[in-house]
């Protein structure tokens, strides 16, 4: 089953953002055991915030998001903040134009 953006959003509600780097190696695996009898969504988001990769944990039940934050640390994302995802990859796409554009190349050119 091919799981749609739409579905994670409606079926995962509860978000944890932690930083990338604190999602590497040994504590990857750490994660996923900790996860194990939670609601953990299959799929996890990542974003960034600031000039910080994040990746999103989404749970069925905000207590277990609670759980996840308590253990791990980072920040619940609010489901009525969280951009719908044609929002996202249009910020994503003007950022990286924007980004192009300071450092003194056409926006339209992939050199």
């Known amino acids: 089953m ?32 900790f996860c194990e009898p939670l609601s953990l969504c299959p799929r996890t988001h990542s974003l960034r915030c600031g000039d910080r990769d994040m990746v999103v944990f989404s749970f069925v039940e905000r207590e277990q998001a609670k759980q996840f934050r308590d253990r791990f640390g980072g920040e619940f994302l609010d489901s009525a903040t969280w951009p719908k995802w044609s929002e996202t990859r249009a910020r994503h796409t003007d950022l990286f134009a924007k980004q192009r554009l300071r450092n003194g190349r056409c926006i339209n050119c992939d050199d």
Do not use: K, Q, T
């Not at 579905?7 to 930083?19: G, K, N, T």
């Not at 604190?22 to 055991?33: A, E, K, T, W």
């Open 2 to 33: 091919v799981m749609s953006e739409g579905m994670m959003d409606r079926e995962w509600p509860h978000r944890v953002a932690l930083p990338a780097y604190h999602c590497l190696g040994h504590n990857y695996v750490m994660i996923r055991l």
